[in-house]
């Protein structure tokens, strides 16, 4: 590997971004120019937009080589996304990026220089995010469950914006799960890695395309892909109901022995059946989860379709 003039590669999935595109480009081709960063290659992916956002991206390949377009023909989702650009990009050092300005490309001059010291993943982690107050805490204790029951230890605070080095790329393409969770799956192969902290600002045009039930599918993503925790709830809750059963059992026996106490039985005993139903139920839920994956993963479906290339 060449790393004395390497190629990088900048991957930026779009989803209804047509205000945002021109704006990251321009600032991105002024870093490069100031850093005196010639050899590079910019992905855009348009992940099946609803607006202006294909013909901005088209208008931009036509006035400049270096940028490249992929058009899916649907929207996939923004993990589909990243890696169909992931896995057309050229590069030694691949850097992945949303389009919305939330990842200052000033960053990505230090992830290079961490990159050239010789780690193969750097992760741009965040230190203040400008999110709504919802936001901001539910992430806060999602990525606590995470790490906290986990198989794998996933950084927290990191989002897609990172940089992974060619080797890590070779075999990330490699792994072709259908419910994918980048960061675990780069987190998953154990390479060197360090961090570069910013803060995260606000977005500037437009607003996310990741709904409260985008963001619950992939946390979910990440909870079932790399954790067997919730198989294992079926067990503490059979335990907890057992115990239970039998010091409730234990306890109406003395007190009917002792002061011929009469309950009614039924009334508490239907209570107990309406609880442990409900928990009957998250079970089912949770197993569904997992053989819904298992099904999705045995059609052997592309993770993504192109429809057009740009530039390639």
């Known amino acids: 590997m060449n790393k004395t003039k390497p190629i990088y590669s900048i991957v930026i999935p779009c989803h209804n971004e047509d205000r ?63 890696t169909a650009g992931m896995d057309y990009a050229s590069g030694d050092a691949i850097i992945t990026m949303d389009c919305d300005m939330q990842d200052p490309p000033e960053v990505i001059l230090e992830m290079i220089d961490k990159w050239k010291e010789g780690f193969q993943v750097v992760y741009a982690r965040r230190k203040n995010r400008k999110d709504s107050f919802f936001k901001k805490h539910s992430a806060i204790l999602y990525y606590k469950l995470l790490d906290k029951f986990s198989e794998v230890k996933i950084p927290r605070n990191v989002g897609d914006f990172r940089l992974v080095d060619r080797q890590v790329l070779e075999q990330l393409k490699g792994m072709k799960e259908q419910a994918r969770y980048l960061r675990g799956m780069v987190a998953w192969l154990g390479f060197r890695y360090t961090f570069v ?52 059992l234990f306890y109406m026996l003395g007190d009917t022995i002792i002061f011929h106490t009469e309950y009614q039985l039924y009334k508490w005993l239907a209570v107990i059946a309406v609880m442990f ?36």
């Open 197 to 248: 902290d910013y803060d995260r600002p606000e977005r500037i045009h437009g607003k996310t395309s990741y709904t409260l039930t985008k963001m619950m599918r992939l946390a979910m993503d990440g909870i079932l892909n790399f954790s067997l925790f919730p198989l294992k709830v079926g067990l503490f809750l059979g335990m907890l109901s057992i115990i239970g059963g039998i010091s409730f």
């Open 277 to 312: 139903m409900g928990f009957q139920f998250m079970l089912m839920w949770i197993l569904g989860e997992y053989v819904g994956r298992i099904y999705n993963e045995s059609k052997g479906r592309p993770i993504y379709v192109v429809n057009e290339k740009t530039n390639f």
């Open 20 to 82: 945002n595109v021109v704006v990251i480009y321009n600032k991105l081709i002024k870093l490069f120019k100031e850093s005196r960063i010639s050899d590079f290659e910019i992905i855009f992916i348009n992940d099946g937009s609803t607006d202006d956002t294909i013909h901005q991206i088209d208008t931009i390949c036509t006035q400049d080589k270096r940028v490249k377009c992929l058009n899916l023909s649907r929207n996939f989702g923004h993990q589909a996304a990243i």
